[in-house]
């Protein structure tokens, strides 16, 4: 669970270069949200409660984040992302179910706690320190993160790579908010025992493999709580984040403290180019890839030039397994995105059927 989600060889770093719809889509963990009974609220239109949304202004929280995911990907064994695992532990995050605990402190302070059944994985930033570790094997990597600028310190703007909320998936589906989307506000409910308004996003193209999208705002703070994604034909959603408890109180600070247990295999890692990462805002380097988008809203299709996608991740087993053979390349598909990766190392991707991902490369 812990979506978009979050980044080359270090489980966090590779995900938005190769399934960036995938993230957005399915951001980094989630099973349709438990949403409480019914509950009378103060009307509210559509964009008001998108308004409520903008000026959430949560700048500490602590909980507990529910995710399932049917993307109609094959369910892996929890075998932990370490430092190094890549797209193994990316892909089995995003099939399945999985519980995680969260932390935040402002912009610069956070903790992602995914549970399994015999280990735990965990992403802790404090300052410009972040640390990746797994139980499982005792391994950890350290990263200094780069300098920010200043920035709100509402969740949906801390910057750490692998911290996913409802709030950060919330905010990549809003962004497609626009003429070809119809917005409406569904019955009032309950979520971690909050009681919230159902905002439901439902795009107009038939186009795209999303069906509707239906997120519950905190009725006091706006802060989203939860996010339910349906695919078209699939009766089941899915996909689903949602918190099962949550706090808008400061987490005790030592939870940001982070000492590699005893006989741990530590490995210090380079700093992670976020600038550089589609979706990022700020200037990316000269030197790095830029993306192409063709098309607008749901039906947009992202385009990666050739060296964008690192050699060993474009030839793990794990994603040899995952995808399927297609002319030229081969191709990743899932209820909500496709991935296509050709053999001249160009990658498109986007919320549509395979076919609108060849027809764009071609066109290239």
């Known amino acids: 669970m812990v979506r978009e989600v979050v980044m080359t060889r270090v489980w966090l770093r590779w995900l938005p270069a190769v399934l960036a719809p995938v993230a957005l889509a399915a951001a980094a963990l989630a099973g349709s949200y438990q949403a409480g009974a019914a509950t009378s609220l103060p009307h509210k239109t559509a964009a008001e409660v998108i308004a409520m949304i903008g000026r959430a202004d949560v700048h500490a929280l602590s909980g507990t984040l529910q995710q399932s995911s049917d ?19 990316v892909m089995e995050l995003l099939s399945g179910s999985h519980t995680a605990r969260v932390y935040m402190d402002g912009p610069a302070k956070a903790r992602f706690q995914v549970m399994d059944m015999l280990a735990e994985r965990d992403v802790v930033r404090n300052g410009n320190d972040l640390w ?3 139980s499982a094997d005792n391994s950890a990597a350290h990263m200094t993160m780069p300098a920010e600028p200043a920035r709100s310190a509402a969740p949906h703007a801390t910057p750490t790579p692998g911290v996913t909320t409802p709030d950060v998936v919330a905010q990549h589906f809003l962004a497609a908010v626009g003429p070809t989307t119809d917005v409406a506000v569904g019955d009032g409910t309950t979520v971690a025992g909050r009681t919230a308004y159902q905002l439901v996003i439902k795009p107009r193209s038939t186009g795209t493999l999303v069906d509707s999208v239906t997120i519950a705002v905190d009725s006091a703070s706006g802060l989203p709580l ?3 994604v349906r695919a078209r034909g699939q009766a089941a959603a899915a996909f689903s984040l949602a918190f099962t408890d949550v706090s808008l109180s400061a987490p005790d600070a030592a939870l940001f403290s982070f000492t590699p247990p ?8 380079a700093t992670p180019q976020l600038r550089s990462l589609p979706g990022k805002t700020g200037q990316p380097k000269a030197t790095a890839a830029r993306p192409t988008i063709t098309g607008t809203g749901w039906d947009a299709v992202m385009g990666l030039p050739a060296g964008t996608v690192p050699n060993d991740v474009r030839s793990a087993p794990m994603l040899a397994q995952l995808t399927q053979p297609v002319a030229g390349g081969r ?12 053999d001249d190392g160009r990658v498109f991707a ?15």
């Open 132 to 134: 990746l570790y797994n």
């Open 350 to 364: 986007g919320m549509v059927p395979l076919e609108r991902l060849q027809a764009a490369a071609a066109a290239k």
């Open 262 to 269: 005893r006989g741990a295999a530590v490995e210090e890692k």
């Open 71 to 89: 993307l109609g990907l094959p369910q892996l064994p929890s075998v932990g992302p370490t430092a190094s695992q890549g797209p193994a532990s």
């Open 331 to 342: 191709a990743l598909t899932t209820s909500l995105a496709t991935v296509l990766m050709l």
């Open 226 to 228: 939860g996010v339910d």
